[in-house]
């Protein structure tokens, strides 16, 4: 019986905050999937990216002062152990990780990474950058986000199918199988979570309070983002049409 008890460990910011963060990736890919970015439906995939930068300055600050296994200190990222993690995968069981696995711990750090990366290009795209650099590293950083997301999906199932310790679950409940030489955490946060979930919903409000529907915008601390291509076009077309007009006058 004491093999099979569970313990805590997963406290609730970071529970709320890693499904919030894959619905709103989610949302945001089928977006763009679904609708031109001309259509008022594309303002949700704008929003949604925000709300993932939000949300992910919240995660930050919390993965170096909450509890055991949200901060990046529990976090295995050691390339050898990460290898011979992978190895014992296919060939053997694995080391059992009270916490974050090597594997799990590199495709969080991966998606972090990119989701900053989507936030910030989006933000120079919309907010009237006219290179192709930052449209073409938004692409790719969703490809490898993408990419990562059905490796980790991917892992958890082979884990699962292997192994039978319902890993799959431990988002859900906060609970692992516990190990002898390791403890659980004592306080799940509960009213950190709430508090994380109020602030999220705030931002996400204002953001709404933002948008005119009538020219496709959102005003992010004054300064004007702009969604669709007709919009850019529109502006480059203003700017042709002035330099045109300079050359005929310097004629």
């Not at 949302?27 to 990216?49: C, K, Q, R, S, W």
């Not at 997301?149 to 991917?154: L, R």
């Not at 999220?200 to 309070?209: C, F, K, P, R, V």
Request: hydrophobic share 40%.
């Amino acid at each position: 019986m004491k093999e099979h008890k569970k313990t805590t460990v997963y406290d609730w910011p970071t529970r709320i905050f890693h499904w919030l963060f894959a619905f709103l990736f989610l949302g945001a890919y089928l977006i763009v999937e679904i609708v031109d970015d001309d259509n008022p439906l594309f303002t949700l995939h704008m929003m949604a990216g925000l709300t993932i930068g939000f949300m992910l300055v919240l995660r930050i600050i919390w993965g170096f002062v909450g509890t055991t296994y949200a901060r990046f200190s529990s976090f295995k990222l050691h390339p050898i152990e990460f290898m011979r993690y992978l190895k014992d995968a296919i060939v053997k069981k694995t080391k059992r990780y009270l916490g974050h696995n090597p594997a799990s711990s590199y495709a969080a750090i991966i998606m972090y990474i990119c989701a900053a990366g989507l936030a910030l290009t989006g933000v120079m795209m919309t907010g009237g950058g006219e290179s192709d650099f930052y449209e073409e590293t938004h692409e790719l950083l969703a490809t490898i986000f993408l990419i990562t997301v059905i490796a980790h999906v991917g892992g958890i199932i082979f884990h699962h199918v292997k192994h039978r310790d319902s890993l799959w679950s431990s988002m859900f409940d906060g609970k692992k199988k516990a190990l002898p030489e390791k403890t659980g955490i004592t306080n799940s946060k509960r009213f950190a979570g709430m508090l994380f979930l109020i602030l999220t919903l705030t931002w996400s409000g204002y953001l709404y309070s933002t948008y005119d529907s009538t020219n496709q915008t959102i005003n992010l601390f004054g300064q004007e983002l702009t969604l669709g291509e007709e919009e850019h076009e529109e502006h480059e077309s203003v700017y042709e049409g002035e330099a045109h007009e300079e050359e005929n006058d310097e004629d």
